[in-house]
Every structure is written in structure tokens, then in C-alpha cells.
């Protein structure tokens, strides 16, 4: 089998998640791309949003794997993750880890809750991690993830990337965080859209269609990631992103190991969407990889628009604002100012209140979005990049529609004709 019908695999692996876990497109081509480039994942976000189970649902999809998963608490030991000592061997002389069933052995594994483990463990972990050797040799994971509710208060960040000071911990735990490259927020599905429906009241989540791939075809994959080429404007954008983020105001530090990396990275995004050749709409996902701290991912955010075409960094900064509006509007913190604007307050008490006096504005803010996107993408060198966002914000813009009108006590199936006023 050669590496196209391989990726046809994975696009369909791709297809099927989607279909189960709503919402979640970034986060699972994000998973898919570090299973191929052989990478770490960091998951955050709040409780029962699935971090758990879009993992180990994603390893069920390779079909000759071994998927280890356990819970770690400040109580864990290396034991727990890597085997406990085999008592056999121990008795002729010779120190080693059973790891039958346990991290060294498996193809993909979750490490959930993870920052909650202690100091010592965590160091164990690190070499295992980095090189991907235990007892001297190489160990079988192609993929591996942590999962948390959220970070602890060394990672969180005050001001300007600088995280509390809170003594040796907070090293081992840059050090451990360091190993993930792509650090996500799963954020919560929004009560009451069509998505969180399927996932309540329908359990698309459960229903899995039987497309697979195996170790040795992931593997037979990566040999083709050198082959993907960077020519001379991406070389220069990449190196004009490094001179943005340096220069920022935030510390940002991204080392020689980690640039390394997002080259990868970006070379398997190219493949996986069927190019031989890195554009920067493949850029976009790295927002996810450069910061130590929360404060400094706007930053990031935008160092990285600004090297992008014209058409499409104007296109990731509207879906940037946007995506801030959808979520204050969930989070009943977007207002009308005095002037009748759009705004966010995030000391806002209100709240179905807030969704009531905003829904409109809302709506037609969301159209001018899409009709200043088309605009774009009639002289756009990423057409489909552009293409992407407008369906993103087409997708808000119908949920708020939605909204409305069952405010109004219209039936979803009637207010077509209404809907094109907004």
C-alpha cells in the first residue's frame, strides 16, 4: 500500500472523529499530526468536555496498537506508569521494570491529569518522554497526550509570560510541559447548539465507523515527511517569525530544538492535505506550540498573522475576533456599550439577559465578517484557507440566528425568510 492511500485512511479517521466529537475540528487535526510527526499533545479545558475520550477513542483507530492510559494524583509513582521492578529478574542480579501493559510497551498512551503527579515522577518521565528509550532501548508509542482540567499556578503566567516563582517544582514542570508540542484549549461545547444536541441526545460519540490504519503505515507515512519542501518565501516567513516573537514584549523563548520541530510539523500538515510543498496557511496551528504561558498566546496569535498574504492574515484576525465575541457571548460577558457596540465585560453578572439584547448586533456583526471574507478571497492566494473561516463564521452566525428566533418563539424549520435580514 502506498502513503496516498494512507492519508485517504487518515482523512476518513479524520471524518469520523468529527462526526463524534463536535466542535473539536482544530483539536483533532492537531491529534492527527502529531501521531504522523510523532509528537506530544497537551490537552486543557474544563471537566467532561472529552479530553479522555476523543485520546482514547483516536488510538482505537490503529488496528494492531496497545493504548495505555492512567490517572495521576500527587500520590503516583514511576510504578504506576512505567512498570513496577520485575522480582525475577531482581533475584539474578538485575534491576528492570516489569513494563508488560504499561507505557514503555504501548503504541499510544494518556497520561490524565498529569500536573497533578509529583516532582519525582515527573522527572522519570522525562527521558522516556524526549528520546522515547526506557532500559536501553526504544519504546513503541507513536503518539502520546496528557490531559488536565487546567494549569497549575507555575504555568499559569502573571504578567508578561513570567510564571509565579515557586521554587525547583516550577522547573520540573517547564521541563515536563516542554515535551508536548501542540498545547490545546478543548474549550466547552455551547449548551443548546446543535452540536452539544448530537452529543446529549443522540451519542454520536459512541458510534464509531470501522476505518483503520496500522503502526507499520504511520511509520512508512513519516518517511515522507523530508520530502515535503520549504521554498525560500516560507524559509523567510518562518525566520521573520522568529524576529517577531523574540522581539515581543512578552518573553517569549522558543528554542533551536523547538523551531526543529514546528518545521516538522508544518511539513506533516502539507502532506496530510495532499501537497508536497509548505504553505503558510500551515502556519496556523503553531499558535498552539510557542507559548509557556496563557498571557502569551495572543501575541503569537498575531506574530503569526502578520506573516501570512494580506488577504489571509485579515482573515485570522477576523476569525480571531470573532471566535472572542462567540465566546463572551456563551460566557454571558458580551454587552451593548453606550454608544450601541459590540462589546466585551468581563465583569459582567448578567445572563440570558446579556444574550437577549445582543443577539441581533451579533448577527449583523457576523455578516459583515462573512461579507468582508468573500471580499477577501476574490484576490486570496489561500482561497480555502479563507474558505475555512467562512463556513466558521457562518456556523456562529446560524447558531445565533437559531437562538433568536426560538426567543421569538419561531420554529427553527420556518425562519429561512427572516434569516436573510440577518
Request: hydrophobic share 40%; net charge negative.
Amino acid at each position: 500500500m502506498n502513503n496516498a492511500e494512507t492519508i485517504s485512511k487518515i482523512n476518513d479517521i479524520r471524518t469520523d472523529l468529527n462526526k463524534r466529537f463536535k466542535n473539536r475540528e482544530n483539536v483533532i487535526d492537531m491529534m492527527i499530526a502529531s501521531l504522523v510527526a510523532g509528537e506530544l499533545m497537551l490537552l486543557i479545558g474544563p471537566r467532561g468536555e472529552a479530553k479522555t475520550a476523543i485520546v482514547e477513542s483516536f488510538a482505537g483507530y490503529i488496528s494492531d496498537g496497545k493504548h495505555f492510559s492512567v490517572g495521576l494524583a500527587k500520590s503516583s509513582t514511576p510504578d504506576d506508569i512505567l512498570g513496577g521492578v520485575d522480582i525475577l529478574a531482581l533475584q539474578n542480579g538485575i534491576y528492570r521494570r516489569n513494563t508488560e501493559g504499561f507505557l514503555p510497551e504501548c503504541t499510544t498512551f494518556l497520561l490524565d491529569e498529569g500536573f497533578k503527579c509529583n516532582n519525582p515522577t515527573l522527572q522519570s518521565l522525562l527521558r522516556v518522554l524526549s528520546e522515547r528509550e526506557f532500559q536501553g532501548k526504544k519504546i513503541n508509542a507513536l503518539f502520546g497526550a496528557i490531559a488536565s482540567n487546567e494549569l497549575p499556578p507555575e504555568l499559569r503566567g502573571q504578567k508578561n509570560g513570567k510564571s509565579a516563582d515557586l521554587g525547583p517544582f516550577e522547573d520540573s514542570l517547564l521541563a515536563f510541559f516542554d515535551r508536548f508540542f501542540y498545547k490545546v484549549n478543548v474549550d466547552k461545547v455551547i449548551n443548546g447548539t446543535p452540536d452539544w444536541q448530537d452529543i446529549v441526545f443522540n451519542n454520536v460519540t459512541d458510534t464509531k465507523a470501522n476505518v483503520s490504519v496500522t503502526s507499520e503505515e504511520i511509520l512508512n507515512l513519516r518517511n515522507d515527511i523530508d520530502n515535503v519542501n520549504i521554498d525560500e518565501r516560507t524559509k523567510n516567513a518562518i525566520i521573520e517569525l522568529t524576529i517577531a516573537l523574540e522581539t515581543s514584549d512578552s518573553n517569549i523563548r522558543v528554542s533551536t530544538r523547538t523551531w526543529r520541530k514546528a518545521v516538522r510539523m508544518i511539513k506533516v500538515h502539507a502532506l496530510l492535505s495532499g501537497r508536497n510543498t509548505v504553505s503558510r496557511k500551515d502556519f496556523r496551528f503553531l499558535t498552539n506550540s510557542f507559548w509557556t504561558t496563557p498571557d502569551q498566546i495572543p501575541v503569537i496569535q498575531q506574530a503569526i498573522f502578520g506573516i501570512g498574504s494580506r488577504e489571509t492574515a485579515e482573515a485570522a484576525a477576523l476569525e480571531s475576533a470573532v471566535n472572542n465575541y462567540m465566546t463572551a457571548y456563551s460566557n454571558n460577558k458580551l454587552v451593548i456599550d453606550s454608544s450601541g457596540n459590540l462589546q466585551i465585560d468581563e465583569n459582567s453578572r448578567n445572563t440570558n439577559l446579556n444574550k437577549a439584547t445582543v443577539q441581533e448586533p451579533l448577527i449583523h456583526f457576523l455578516r459583515e465578517n462573512i461579507n468582508e471574507l468573500r471580499k477577501l478571497a476574490t484576490s486570496a492566494e489561500d482561497y480555502d484557507e479563507i474558505d475555512r473561516v467562512i463556513a466558521y463564521v457562518d456556523k456562529c452566525r446560524t447558531h445565533v440566528v437559531n437562538q433568536l428566533m426560538e426567543r421569538l418563539s419561531v420554529k427553527t424549520n420556518n425562519y429561512s425568510t427572516k434569516d436573510q435580514a440577518f
